[in-house]
């Protein structure tokens, strides 16, 4: 069965500074990974997924992933923080194994300072 | 319209009342979810439909009554419910059970049990 952790509840950067927020997954079988975000009372919605292809992938708002499998990591980076970024972040994983729902880890809630 | 809605957005109820969630996706997808987010927990998975038949109810208590008339449509009957069960209820739809296309979510409705 597939899980993911993601490291740290909260995580908060100045406005300009690179954003990292960590995500681990276990996955028998190679993984589908995700990234979601969600704003205050809105549901989540897709920032970039890894499917296999490319290991670096862009999303939307600048935000882009890379997949490392011998980290078993999929973090998701910013290079420069901007306050409308401020929101809850979940990561998710799959696997093309029968019916494997997407997995959330416990998401992590990023605070941009001014 | 597009995507996943729902509806009403915001709920008030007290615990002797009856309500009913709605949720409809014209994404064609084939499976849908409940999920309930409440402050501070992670995303709790409730129930999981299939072409409308029910593949999981995640130990929901029987307060919560689920109902699929076609893959486009999802509800959530509520009745007799306790103040623990105010939270954000979502919907979400994908186009297979397989998590590897990833979910559509829809807003949310954000419920109150008074």
């Known amino acids: 069965a597939q899980s993911v952790t993601q490291l740290g509840s909260h995580v908060s950067v100045s406005e300009g500074a690179l954003v990292l927020l960590r995500c681990n997954y276990s996955s028998s079988v190679p993984p589908y990974l995700f990234w979601y975000v969600q704003y205050p009372n809105q549901g989540l919605q897709l920032l970039l997924k890894?499917?296999?292809?490319?290991?670096l992938v862009k999303g939307i708002n600048g935000f882009e992933a890379e997949f490392k499998k011998s980290e078993t990591s999929f973090h998701l980076t910013k290079p420069s923080a901007h306050m409308s970024d401020a929101a809850e972040y979940f990561c998710a994983v799959s696997a093309d194994q029968g019916a494997q729902k997407l997995v959330f880890g416990q998401g992590t809630r990023l605070t941009i300072n001014p | 319209e597009t995507g996943v809605t729902q509806t009403p957005r915001h709920l008030v109820m007290g615990m002797t009342n009856k309500k009913s969630l709605k949720c409809e996706q014209h994404l064609g997808h084939n499976a849908m979810y409940w999920y309930k987010q409440s402050a501070k927990k992670p995303l709790e998975l409730m129930f999981v439909?299939?072409?409308?038949?029910?593949?999981e109810n995640n130990s929901v208590p029987s307060r919560f009554s689920p109902e699929c008339p076609n893959s486009s449509h999802l509800f959530l009957h509520l009745h007799t419910l306790q103040p623990e069960d105010s939270a954000l209820y979502l919907c979400?739809?994908?186009?297979?059970?397989?998590?590897?296309?990833?979910?559509?979510f829809g807003s949310g409705t954000r419920l109150t049990v008074v």
């Open positions: 979400a739809s994908s186009q297979d059970l397989t998590g590897r296309y990833g979910y559509t």
């Open positions: 890894y499917t296999s292809a490319a290991t």
């Open positions: 439909y299939n072409f409308k038949e029910q593949t």
